[in-house]
């Protein structure tokens, strides 16, 4: 009769297979979190951009529609002297925003159209992200009052 061998320890192949399962298993637990961190993170300051441009919407909105007379879309500075193109954004470091300022005859393109009566207004947040230049643009539409 043969001798048979002892079944008891582990051998070098099965600790090996154990590490390489443990790691796969650890590193697509990371990955997942690291998404899912990241998202979240993402998600975060594209609504600060939101509610960045929500306030900017609101405080053109609560100004006399007389600012905007004169104003169409090759406007670059408002009344004031202020630049309306790719200004910080105060007290909110890293946002940057873009005020386009549409007279309804040029959105229409219908030159019947009184000008200066209805304005187009688009406010853009710019923020950067992993790099890359994101955004969040709103727009409201002016009128004036008869």
């Known amino acids: ?21 443990i790691f796969i298993f650890v590193s697509l637990i990371a990955m997942l979190i690291y998404n899912f961190n990241s998202s979240a993170d993402e998600l975060k300051i594209k609504s600060d951009a939101t509610y960045i441009a929500v306030n900017e919407i609101e405080k053109i909105k609560s100004q006399d529609f007389s600012e905007f007379l004169g104003m169409d879309k090759t406007t670059t500075v408002d ?6 193109v790719n200004q910080p954004v105060e007290g909110n470091e890293g946002f940057y925003k873009t005020t386009t300022i549409l007279d309804y005859k040029d959105v229409n393109g219908d030159a019947s159209i009184e000008k200066d009566i209805v304005k187009k207004v688009t ?12 955004s969040v643009q709103l727009s409201t539409i002016l009128s004036k009052e008869r």
Do not use: F
Request: proline share 0%.
């Open 1 to 21: 009769m043969k001798k048979i061998r002892s079944q008891k320890g582990y051998t070098g192949i099965d600790i090996a297979i154990s590490v390489i399962v």
């Open 123 to 134: 406010v853009k947040i710019s923020y950067m992200y992993k790099g890359k230049e994101r």
């Open 79 to 84: 009344k004031n002297g202020n630049s309306l």
